[in-house]
């Protein structure tokens, strides 16, 4: 391989003079385009007759939508930012293939954001006794007990259900409300004009919706909804990025971390005992990276004795928030070093467009650190030794395309740097953040992204199956749940080649 790479390299470098035949010019062209083909993910990924069928199938799909996009930059779903190309992406075959794919698992994913807003809307906002009161920065606060200084209330709390009947009209409350949750708007480019607006809009509604989530009965109808909505859109397995917050009930008793761990550990034993072919969540324990070292310190403890209580259900380690406005990750070594040698970490790493920050740097400090993958990775192009690194060690990138769109790193996904991570075969988990505030549900959209707008415009089948593929190569399952897990992938992808051949309820 290198030895062709090199012969291609010199090929390129060096133009044919005229006088040489017009055939080892075509001979040229071709066998860069190839070895190009074949570098890329995928590039090695072979294809059943049946998957080929499959494949010209989806690729008449595909160049149809393109060729639209291409005529009409209006329509051109992978090109514009998700809030405009929603109703367009919902309307496509593309879209719905993707769907019905069985795509693995999500390996990036905020729990208090997974879940749909409108299914929040129809039921947690529906249980009775949630409040809302408003703070000084004029954001609402949700919850189901009353807190006044931890909330920062200013105002006084009302009932959810008294303000939806005083209302005027019911949907039209439901809207309002839905807006609290969600970043939704037809105009991104107007609503949030740079990073910051959007950021702080984001963290905003981790705070308005954070404490209802906390509720027991709201904890446990949402995490539940969060596997429904993940196996709704033929997913078999998660990794959930969660700060265990600690729970309370309608008396007013509050639990501790290792309550909220066990109630995971059953709803997830309950979810997968009723679809066997759903393996289930593990968590990795995340916590705000604002935090000082001691106090990180005492977290990492807690999270220890987590860790050694369920050591293959509390997987890893994290940090999470704005990397731009946090503390990076070599001010907190002391802390980090801390950790016992048997849990790993996922670092979130350079979701950042300041090259040369100390954002930016967080990625060779992940790496030194040993992270077992990186989440986002957006700015990992710009380093080249980082990137080679991750290849070689087999790090995968959690690459997630609409949270890096929303929250302002990119406008048109084509310029997405996970373009340049598939073609040079950096391994790739696609994954979805925090789907539930921007509308999108399960992985499906994300999927779209990459296949459209990331990948080349002839890449198809063999570059998606690599991708589901990864999810689970990548993923924390131990060795037999990883062989189990693939067995199931195989059955379910090869009912969904035979559903696209028959189409069958297509
Ligand atoms: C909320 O969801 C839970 C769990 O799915 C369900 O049992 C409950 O009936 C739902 N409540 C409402 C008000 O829809
Ligand atoms: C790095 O992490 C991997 C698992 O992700 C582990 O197998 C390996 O032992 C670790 N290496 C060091 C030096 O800690
Ligand atoms: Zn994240």
Not at 182 to 190: C, F, H, R
Not at 251 to 278: C, M, V, W
Not at 407 to 426: E, I, K, S
Not at 434 to 462: E, H, R
Request: glycine content about 4%.
């Amino acid at each position: 391989m290198k030895r062709l790479l090199f012969l291609l390299l010199h090929l390129i470098s060096h133009p044919l003079i005229q006088s040489e035949p017009a055939l080892s010019y075509e001979h040229a062209r071709q066998a860069v385009l190839t070895a190009e083909e074949k570098l890329m993910t995928g590039g090695h990924t072979h294809l059943s007759t049946q998957e080929a069928k499959v494949d010209d199938i989806f690729m008449e799909y595909k160049f149809g939508e393109l060729s639209q996009g291409c005529r009409n930059a209006e329509q051109n779903a992978a090109a514009l930012h998700f809030f405009k190309a929603k109703p367009l992406i919902d309307r496509s075959v593309v879209f719905n293939f993707l769907q019905k794919m069985p795509k693995g698992a999500v390996l990036h994913l905020h729990n208090t954001a997974s879940v749909s807003s409108k299914w929040v809307i129809q039921n947690i906002s529906y249980m009775s006794g949630m409040l809302r009161c408003t703070t000084a920065t004029g954001h609402s606060v949700l919850t189901f007990r009353r807190l006044p200084k931890e909330h920062k209330c200013q105002s006084q709390y009302v009932l959810v259900a008294d303000e939806r009947k005083n209302s005027v009209d019911r949907q039209v409350y439901d809207n309002n409300f839905e807006r609290l949750i969600n970043l939704y708007t037809p105009v991104p480019e107007l609503e949030y004009p740079t990073i910051t607006h959007v950021w702080d809009r984001f963290q905003d509604i981790f705070s308005v919706l954070g404490d209802a989530l906390s509720y027991l009965p709201a904890f446990r109808a949402y995490h539940w909804q969060m596997l429904e909505e993940l196996y709704n859109d033929n997913l078999m397995y998660v990794e959930i990025r969660s700060s265990c917050k600690k729970l309370y009930d309608a008396s007013g008793r509050t639990f501790p971390r290792k309550r909220t761990i066990r109630e995971l550990y059953a709803l997830n034993n309950k979810f997968t005992q009723l679809h066997p072919d759903f393996l289930g969540m593990k968590i990795i324990f995340a916590v705000h990276r604002g935090k000082e070292v001691d106090q990180l310190r005492e977290t990492i403890a807690e999270f220890k004795q987590l860790h050694e209580m369920y050591p293959n259900f509390v997987v890893g380690f994290d940090l999470v928030g704005q990397e731009d406005k946090g503390k990076p990750l070599y001010t907190l070594l002391p802390a980090l070093r801390d950790l016992p040698s048997t849990a790993r970490l996922f670092l979130h790493g350079g979701e950042t467009n300041w090259f040369g920050s100390s954002t930016d740097i967080n990625l060779l400090d992940a790496l030194l650190l040993n992270t077992t993958r990186i989440g986002h990775g957006y700015a990992l192009a710009k380093h080249p030794i980082l990137l080679n690194a991750v290849k070689t060690r087999h790090i995968a990138v959690e690459v997630s395309p609409i949270s890096n769109q929303v929250l302002h790193l990119v406008w048109d996904m084509r310029n997405h740097p996970g373009a340049q991570y598939l073609a040079l075969d950096v391994p790739v988990v696609i994954c979805s953040d925090d789907p539930g505030f921007w509308n999108a549900k399960g992985l499906s959209y994300d999927f779209y992204y990459a296949i459209m707008s990331l990948a080349p415009k002839n890449a198809g089948l063999p570059i998606l199956k690599t991708l589901v593929w990864n999810s689970l190569k990548y993923s924390t399952l131990t060795k037999e749940e990883k062989s189990r897990a693939f067995k199931i992938l195989e059955l379910s992808w090869t009912r969904f080649i035979e559903k696209v051949l028959h189409k069958k309820s297509w």
